[in-house]
């Protein structure tokens, strides 16, 4: 009978420490596109060109099972990959990039919301919308 209850307690460990259902919701291919949550300042020569910027940029994500991503940014002519590991918690996305020091340090953090047609993911400056394709 004590083996039975080992069993258990070893099969509800390994399920509580899976992926947990926002990470498994998330896993899949994106088109993403990014905007500045305050209106821009027209006279601000900076905040104009960054919104002009974000505006011509096309995002492709692709969300893995194994929490990698890969990342695709184009504008016009260019473009640029990047590859990261990513996880959720709570109502928060995380991506992380590795370091020198074998470790991972999250490089930017999202508060993260379903919609309709994907994910909301917002900073204090930033509103990224992924579309799932």
Do not use: H
Not at 67 to 73: A, E, P, Y
């Amino acid at each position: 009978m004590k083996k039975i209850y080992l069993t258990i307690a070893a099969l509800m460990f390994m399920v509580s420490c899976g992926p947990s259902a926002m990470d498994q919701a998330l896993v899949g291919n994106y088109a993403g596109k990014m905007s500045l949550r305050a209106a821009v300042d027209t006279t601000d020569v900076g905040s104009s060109m960054v919104a002009a910027y974000l505006e011509m940029s096309e995002f492709d994500f692709t969300f893995n099972k194994d929490n990698t991503l890969q990342s695709v940014m184009s504008m016009q002519s260019m473009s640029d990959t990047v590859k990261m590991t990513w996880k959720t918690k709570e109502d928060s996305l995380y991506f992380y990039e590795e370091t020198f020091q074998d470790g991972k340090v999250p490089v930017q953090v999202y508060f993260i919301s379903q919609t309709s047609e994907g994910y909301d993911l917002t900073d204090d400056d930033y509103l990224f919308r992924l579309i799932r394709k």
